[in-house]
């Protein structure tokens, strides 16, 4: 108390009002209770600002800038730094750690007189640091930070990668102190400033209050007392700082109902614990060494004096809440962590309902220094793939030294992992890394490798259980397709993640069929079989019916249902795995490998037999039809449309024509109409008794015959194949004259109609006059184009 009254003598109105804020200051707080000492203490010494910093703070103070609470971020970024150091320093020298065995970050605000203050046990400062740190910068930073901010006034944000953070203090404040005690200066120091020209430097009239470290204290501005509000101030450093690895407490209090055992004594205990509080400070001891619960003597007073009988009192209760969470958890050991730990992190830290499908939790080594823990959600975001790309980058929090550095890493992951969600604190960034430059490091894509390859192996994990991985799998399907189309790098890993429905799937002891993968429908593979099958479609039940299966699955070979669009693209990119042939069995010419020479002569005279039918078809139907062969594909369906080898397919075709619209005027387009034109080869089962009695009806010379050509048709319209139907009146006509023919109705035979036309209305002689003449008007205005 001493050295107070001292500081404050000599000027009555400085007396009283110190007095007030005293009285305040410890009615409402039991530590804040050092007042600053003014600016203009004896024994201060003056200096002006380096024009940079002249410059810089005058950027800063006239700032319209928003976010002012970064300032938060980045004194506890320094401080954070500050302990590093000297916990650092105290591995081999425990001589600096002796003064103050804490490494600890505290946070205080007093609402009554303004000041917030940041306090940390790191390694201070000397004088002359002091002086040099808070009183220069070096001028590169600053032109660099000038350039930024005078380009983009967002960019004060940033400041802390400029080197200049300090002095974001100054956007909530007018007056900052900074006190600060470095072990090898015996004198704890005063800096002060009040604007951007000069800064006073003094020797702390209190002495050496802090053993070690720096306390920082902001008299804040009229529109920034919100930082003086506790919740506020706790949900800053949740937002920035919760991962920091040494404790923050934050001073808070709240008034608790307390039962009063006399009512007599709670004014008396207000006053002992002042008188205590006191002898503390006399005996040098900093006030804020422990926790302290105290009462609110004017509350308590108020209460006493009110109602003698009460039997509670309203009681101020202060506290050191710890902020952040204790150890960061990706900073544990894996082998410590149980799932539940990193489920509630995530849902805490992802603002995630469900628990994740699965986290990974590693080190990154050799090249780069990290640790990264991830996470695949249960489920995707809605519209992945239609959603903006910018609404995926929180899902990365970049910490360097677990000091939060930025959510915003534009393209880290590639588009078709953007949903893992995950942490990635890196030893090897400096600190003071910018969320521009951190982008192109070579380190980041160092990381960015690691990052992949881990979700894929975490994903290959999860596969091993078919029942957990299959809807996980239908969650993200779209995204491992895309990937096989981005990624080649990666697209071995990501096919063998697959699942397919396949005729040959294995059968669950519900009765369900699992998907399969490519790895085991290889295994399972028949003798002499020439490639993995696979048809694509949009309908399983219509696809397990599709004719051009029935030659394959007679054989007992398997064949892949592909039901999703991404198949047609991804069977474009992927044409074999683990050197098997994958064969689209709508497409080309069919081979089963069990081919030996008597069969192959059969065919070839079954071709011969057929030829002129085949002929007569390609004839018929040249429009569609490039050629018509005996096909091998076909057991039980009469005939089928197959597409070319780089053709399209039928459901090919559905999802361009789907997308016709938007491909129109684009290079696209073209590619549209030269695959929507191009024609099919028809195949012809000749095993079949229609194709036999067709090809009897042709060489039989009945060929020009109406009757054959609408059979024919009749029976290319109900061919199989997924390809879109575009002639659906004929469609109809043919179907009612297949009906016609099996009810033996005459083809000519036409049905009686017996409504009768209504009468014209007689239009009056005089309107029919000038409607005559319109006409000729509009002649001649023809005439005159
Ligand atoms: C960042 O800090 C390092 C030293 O840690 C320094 O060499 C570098 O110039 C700084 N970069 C910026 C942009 O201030
Ligand atoms: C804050 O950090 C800067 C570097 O960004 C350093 O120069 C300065 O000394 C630190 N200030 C305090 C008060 O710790
Ligand atoms: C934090 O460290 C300071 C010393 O710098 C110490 O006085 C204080 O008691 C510590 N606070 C907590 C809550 O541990
Ligand atoms: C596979 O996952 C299912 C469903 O989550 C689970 O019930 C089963 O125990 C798992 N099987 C193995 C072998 O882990």
């Known amino acids: 108390m001493k050295h107070r009254r001292r500081r404050t003598a000599g000027n009555p109105r400085k007396l009283l009002l110190a007095l007030v804020a005293l009285f305040l200051v ?10 600053p000492p003014p600016a203009t203490e004896a024994g201060a010494e003056e200096f002006a600002f380096q024009t940079e910093v002249s410059r810089v703070m005058n950027i800063i103070i006239n700032s319209l800038y928003k976010t002012k609470e970064i300032f938060l971020r980045e004194l506890i970024s320094n401080a954070s730094d500050a302990v590093d150091k000297v916990r650092f320093l105290g591995i081999t020298d425990k001589a600096v750690l002796q003064d103050n065995a804490y490494l600890n970050i505290t946070i205080e605000a007093d609402p009554a007189s303004r000041w917030l203050t940041i306090q940390d046990s ?15 910068i070096a001028k590169s930073g600053t032109a660099d930070f000038i350039s930024a901010v005078e380009k983009n006034k967002d960019e004060l944000g940033l400041i802390g990668q ?17 006190i600060s005690k470095h072990p090898s200066d015996p004198v704890q120091h005063v800096w002060e400033s009040t604007d951007a020209s000069k800064f006073t430097l003094a020797e702390d009239p209190s002495g050496n209050t802090l053993g070690r470290g720096t306390r920082i204290r902001l008299h804040l501005k009229d529109d920034a007392t919100e930082f003086l509000d506790q919740t506020k101030l706790r949900e800053l450093v949740k937002k920035y700082s919760e991962f920091v690895q040494f404790p923050i407490y934050l001073r808070t209090t709240k008034t608790v109902e307390v039962e009063a055992e006399e009512p007599e004594t709670p004014a008396a205990d207000a006053a002992d614990a002042a008188e205590k509080k006191d002898e503390e400070a006399k005996e040098d001891k900093p006030v804020d060494d422990e926790m302290v619960v105290e009462d609110a003597p004017d509350a308590a007073k108020a209460d006493a004096a009110g109602d003698k009988k009460a039997k509670t009192v309203s009681e101020e209760v202060v506290d050191w809440e710890q902020v952040n969470v204790n150890k960061p958890i990706w900073l544990r050991s894996a082998a410590d962590v149980p799932t539940e730990d990193y489920n509630a992190f995530f849902k805490a830290y992802f603002n995630d309902a469900d628990d994740p499908a699965a986290h990974i939790h590693f080190k990154g080594e050799g090249g780069s220094d990290f640790k990264s823990l991830l996470f695949i959600p249960r489920r995707p975001p809605n519209n992945m793939f239609q959603a903006d790309p910018q609404s995926f980058i929180r ?12 959510d915003e890493l534009i393209d880290f992951l590639p588009r078709y992992l953007s949903f893992i969600k995950g942490v990635i604190d890196s030893d090897d960034f400096p600190l003071n890394v910018s969320r521009e430059t951190v982008q192109q490091t070579r380190l980041l894509k160092v990381i960015k490798n690691k990052v992949v390859s881990k979700t894929l192996q975490m994903f290959k994990t999860l596969a091993r259980n078919a029942t957990s991985y299959e809807p996980l799998y239908k969650a993200y399907a779209s995204n491992l397709k895309a990937g096989i189309l981005e990624d080649t790098r990666n697209a071995k890993k990501l096919t063998q993640l697959l699942r397919f429905h396949s005729t040959g799937a294995p059968v669950a002891d519900d009765g369900r069929t699992y998907m399969t993968s490519l790895d085991d429908y290889v295994e399972r593979m028949r003798k002499g079989q020439q490639g993995i099958y696979f048809l694509t479609g949009n309908d399983l039940d219509q696809m397990r019916k599709s004719p051009y299966l029935e030659a394959l699955t007679t054989r007992g070979y398997e064949v892949l249902l ?22 689209n069995v ?23 037999e057929f030829q002129p039918l085949t002929t007569w078809l390609t004839e018929q139907f040249k429009d569609t039809v490039d050629k018509t062969l005996v096909s091998n594909r076909l057991t039980t369906t009469p005939c089928a449309l197959i597409a070319a080898e780089g053709g399209w397919t039928g459901r090919m075709q559905e999802i361009m024509e789907a997308q016709k619209a938007a491909l ?23 095993n079949h008794p229609v194709m036999r009695a067709l090809l009897e009806r042709v060489e039989d010379d009945a060929a020009d015959n109406d009757d054959t050509r609408d059979l024919a048709r009749s029976l290319l319209a109900w061919i199989k194949g997924g390809y879109p139907i575009k002639d659906l009146d004929g469609i109809a006509r043919r179907i009612e004259t297949a009906v016609r023919l099996g009810l033996k109705v005459d083809l000519d035979a036409k049905a009686k109609v017996d409504v009768k036309e209504a009468p014209v209305v007689e239009a009056p002689a005089k309107k029919k006059a000038e409607a ?14």
Do not use: C
């Open 586 to 608: 709508g497409k080309g010419k069919l081979t089963f490998g069990d081919e030996d020479d008597a069969a192959k002569s059969a065919e070839k005279e079954l071709a011969d």
């Open 26 to 35: 410890s009615a409402l707080s039991a530590s804040a209770s050092d007042v």
């Open 664 to 686: 129109a005027n684009s290079p696209g387009a073209f590619m549209y109409e030269h695959f929507a034109r191009q024609k099919k080869t028809l195949e012809i089962n000749p």
């Open 772 to 785: 005559k003449a319109d006409d000729e008007d509009e002649e001649a205005a023809h005439d005159e184009l």
């Open 122 to 136: 790191g390694i201070g400062m000397t004088k002359a640091e002091l002086k040099k740190n808070l009183g220069t």
């Open 562 to 583: 592909m039901d999703e669009s991404l198949d047609e693209y991804v069977t474009q990119s992927v044409t074999e795995f683990d050197g098997v042939k994958l064969i």
């Open 162 to 178: 400029f080197g200049v953070g300090f002095y974001s203090a100054f956007l909530v404040a007018d007056r900052v102190q900074v």
């Open 395 to 406: 899902n990365i929090k970049l910490f360097v030294r677990r000091v939060f550095i930025t």
